[in-house]
């Protein structure tokens, strides 16, 4: 069956202009993470939902970085007012449930000039 | 907090020789182990895992075992080949069953490795 998909596959966008990021987890996941992976920070855990609620946002690096699932499915990664330090390839997974395999998307590259 | 540590490489072999890539971790409870792989142009897989210790995860000649005593989970494959050339990832996850747990995985920096014909 068809993977985690993610869009746009490449963004450039210029410093303080918001970007959405998009991701489509494996149907029936109920589980979707975000990660971060950048050449300076490896990858770096950023939030997770079940169904459609976040429990914990802590792992955002900033409140520039906002996230939202609704109908229990795709999820966006919104950073507001990006900067040079936001770029990365931004990665989403997904699992069955919580407590499951993570299963990851391709990414998204994201370049702040 | 918990934390991976694994060489960093890159780390470059010959065909048909045998890998170790070392990983150890520090957690606060009872992690599930992973490691993940990824190749040029393409996104992570899951490579291999163990939920406990002493379990040997094993997939496409790879094999780790989680040693709980020595708090690791090295990587090894007996004899290497070129489409083994990627980046291979170790990480942790405080679930206590199949992995993946509720607050993500924490990944080391990833090892590159390149097999050379």
């Known amino acids: 069956g068809a993977g985690v998909s993610q869009s746009p596959s490449n963004k450039v966008t210029e410093k303080g202009k918001d970007v959405e990021l998009r991701c489509d987890p494996i149907?029936?996941?109920?589980?979707l993470y975000w990660y971060r992976q950048s050449l300076g920070q490896g990858l770096e855990f950023l939030i997770y939902?079940?169904?459609?609620?976040?429990?914990?946002k802590s792992g955002l690096p900033s409140d520039r970085f906002s996230a939202e699932r609704t109908g229990g499915s795709v999820s966006t990664l919104t950073i507001q007012r990006t900067q040079q330090e936001d770029s990365a390839v931004y990665l989403c997974a997904s699992s069955y449930a919580l407590l499951e395999t993570q299963y990851f998307g391709p990414g998204t590259r994201l370049l702040v000039l | 907090g918990n934390s991976v540590t694994q060489m960093e490489g890159p780390v470059t072999l010959s065909e048909e020789a045998f890998l170790t890539i070392n990983c150890t971790y520090t957690?606060?409870?009872?992690?599930?182990l992973f490691w993940y792989v990824q190749y040029p142009g393409e996104g992570l897989q899951l490579l291999l895992k163990?939920?406990?210790?002493?379990d040997k995860g094993s997939n496409k000649g790879f094999e780790a075992t989680y040693r709980k005593e020595t708090t690791s989970f090295h990587l090894e494959k007996g004899s290497v080949q070129v489409s083994d050339s990627a980046v291979y990832f170790c990480a942790l996850s405080e679930s206590m069953y199949s992995g993946g747990g509720a607050d993500g995985l924490t990944f080391g920096k990833g090892t590159h490795l390149i097999i050379q014909p």
């Open positions: 149907s029936g996941h109920t589980a």
């Open positions: 957690a606060t409870g009872y992690p599930s």
């Open positions: 939902f079940q169904g459609n609620s976040a429990p914990d």
């Open positions: 163990a939920t406990k210790a002493d």
